[in-house]
């Protein structure tokens, strides 16, 4: 099966591996890293599968203070994990529910100015 929703993306994404912890009240905190992120929300991997339309708690350090926040799981995609067999791993996309202007605005920023860095060759 191949993955296309890149097709279907509102927000322009850029992939770099910010902190992120994830409080879900049913299976506990998770710590991970984006995979990719937008002002639209945020793909990580972790090892548990939550469910979907789950809404969780997230902090996300863009900046050395975390962006709160909340965000309601909108796919989930085992992923082959290539270091520890028969362990599988989840890419899970996360929608922000509830983000404020001003963590709109970084995130904004971090996502363009990662682009152009990107672009210019020096990420």
């Known amino acids: 099966m ?7 993306r509102r927000f322009l994404r850029i992939e770099f591996p910010y902190t992120v912890h994830i409080r879900d009240g049913k299976r506990g905190n998770f710590s991970t890293y984006t995979e990719d992120i937008s002002i639209g929300g945020v793909r990580v991997v972790i090892k548990e599968k939550l469910k979907i339309s789950a809404i969780v708690d997230l ?51 971090c996502v363009r100015d990662l682009e152009e860095k990107k672009n210019e060759g020096s990420l």
């Open 59 to 109: 902090e996300i350090y863009l900046t050395r203070f975390p962006m709160i926040c909340r965000g309601k799981i909108t796919w989930i995609k085992e992923k082959q994990n290539d270091f520890l067999e028969d362990i599988p791993f989840f890419d899970i996309g996360i929608e922000f529910c509830d983000l404020r202007e001003k963590h709109t605005l970084l995130v904004s920023k």
């Open 2 to 8: 191949v993955w296309d929703s890149i097709d279907k």
